[in-house]
């Protein structure tokens, strides 16, 4: 099977979308860490409740998934434009009429590209374990206790 110059060319619109996508969830990302930022400093300058440190315990919890993260789309932007990267010398090979060296080079860049795709998959299982902490902790608050349990039970009555 023979590649043309159309082949590489192809992925160039895909690659800048899933480029721009990356970009986008990284600054999401920066967002957030500088709310929780924000939060974990106010948590520790009145941390006189149970509460409130529960509260921080979790933001640690969120700012280590949110490293974790970070790192994730740092690999998947990299693996990104290396896959890009090799799509423009496959193309230069493939104008130079080095068939043999264009095709190993545009493996490699389909390799890269999809080594980026799972790398993306792992960030998004990191991503929505976040949201399932913030909502178990939701869940915890809207829990009643006995009491309001009680007066719960004494008012549908």
């Avoid at 998947?76 to 434009?81: A, K, N, P, R």
């Avoid at 230069?92 to 993306?120: C, D, H, K, N, T």
């Amino acid at each position: 099977m023979e590649i043309s110059l159309n082949t590489p060319a192809l992925l160039f619109p895909a690659i800048s979308l899933l480029l721009l996508a990356y970009t986008n969830r990284f600054l999401a990302l920066a967002n957030l860490v500088r709310k929780l930022h924000d939060e974990y400093i106010e948590t520790h300058v009145k941390n006189d409740e149970f509460k409130e440190a529960h509260k921080s315990k979790i933001i640690l919890w969120q700012i280590k998934n949110l490293r974790r993260r970070i790192n994730l789309i740092r690999y998947m932007q990299g693996l990104g434009v290396f896959s890009f990267l090799g799509c423009v010398a496959c193309m230069y090979s493939l104008y130079r009429g080095s068939a043999a060296v264009a095709e190993f080079i545009f493996a490699i860049s389909l390799l890269s590209l999809l080594a980026s795709l799972f790398i993306s998959l792992a960030e998004i299982i990191q991503s929505t374990r976040a949201i399932e902490l913030e909502l178990s902790d939701i869940e915890e608050l809207e829990k009643g206790n006995i009491f309001t349990d009680i007066l719960a039970g004494n008012k549908g009555k």
